[in-house]
């Protein structure tokens, strides 16, 4: 009767420690899947900031182009209004402002 007992316990304890076994499986593949999301997060929060740093930097680059020749533009109105009226401005090779920049010496007051 004690063997047949004892051969019982030993079936009825495999699928317990097979169980135990998938268990702990499943927590080591949880802890890794964590881990991987965490890395997955990093990797997409500085690939952002990359990605946001290289946009500003094309603004910034964007708006240069803009804004120097109106900043000629700007400089020889003033040299003009201080009296200097034999300042020229040349329009850029490739001019951005073609209104701007041709009509600029028409504007200014004959004499």
């Known amino acids: 009767f004690m063997r047949r007992a004892m051969r019982t316990c030993q079936v009825s304890n495999l699928p317990v420690r097979r169980a135990s076994t998938v268990l702990a499986d499943y927590?080591?593949?949880f802890q890794r899947s964590q881990l991987l999301q965490?890395?997955?997060?990093?990797?997409?929060?500085?690939?952002?900031?990359l990605l946001l740093a290289l946009a500003v930097?094309?603004?910034?680059?964007?708006?240069?182009?803009?804004?120097?020749?109106?900043?000629?533009?700007?400089?020889?109105?003033?040299?003009?209004?201080?009296?200097?009226l034999s300042v020229r401005v040349t329009p850029p090779a490739r001019d951005d402002e073609p209104?701007?920049?041709?009509?600029?010496?028409?504007?200014?007051?004959s004499g």
């Open 57 to 84: 930097i094309a603004a910034i680059v964007v708006a240069d182009r803009i804004v120097r020749p109106l900043g000629t533009l700007i400089g020889a109105t003033r040299t003009a209004a201080g009296g200097d």
């Open 38 to 49: 965490l890395q997955f997060n990093g990797a997409l929060y500085l690939g952002s900031l």
């Open 99 to 109: 209104i701007t920049a041709s009509s600029w010496p028409m504007r200014q007051p």
């Open 27 to 29: 927590n080591a593949l």
